[in-house]
């Protein structure tokens, strides 16, 4: 099993940037894949960005294609989301998962079975 803690929301203007960083705990990090979603007031919770175990393949949402980056740092039980270019649609609560799962659509929430609480994000206009 493992702990997920994420941290670096906060208020950021429109074209401003933010990181958001994903601490584990438990198990040995890098057996997890790792996947960001958000959750916007009101809509579903949504994929953002997917990084497989040692962080050489990564997928994006196409609307944050382009402008966030998703990595990992092993030794630092860390995964990060990298913002550029914030738009006021980015504004969200989002949240890091871990999946163990042999066979993983990693755009579904269903195939995560670690979540960590979630940090605001909020773009200005």
């Known amino acids: 099993q493992v702990q997920l803690v994420e941290s670096g929301g906060g208020l950021v203007q429109a074209g401003g940037s933010l990181r958001l960083s994903c601490v584990a705990s438990g198990r040995t990090f890098s057996s997890y894949r790792m996947g960001w979603f958000r959750q916007a007031p009101g809509k579903e919770r949504e994929f953002v960005a997917h990084?497989?175990?040692?962080?050489?393949?990564?997928y994006y949402a196409d609307s944050v294609k382009g402008r966030f980056t998703i990595s990992r740092d092993n030794g630092k039980n860390t995964v990060y989301l990298r913002m550029n270019s914030l738009k006021p649609e980015d504004t969200a609560v989002y949240y890091c998962?871990?999946?163990?799962?042999?066979?993983?659509?990693?755009?579904?929430?269903?195939?995560?079975?670690?979540w960590g609480q979630g940090t605001q994000v909020t773009v200005s206009s």
């Open positions: 990084i497989t175990w040692s962080g050489e393949i990564t």
């Open positions: 998962a871990a999946t163990d799962s042999g066979f993983v659509i990693y755009t579904s929430e269903r195939s995560y079975q670690y």
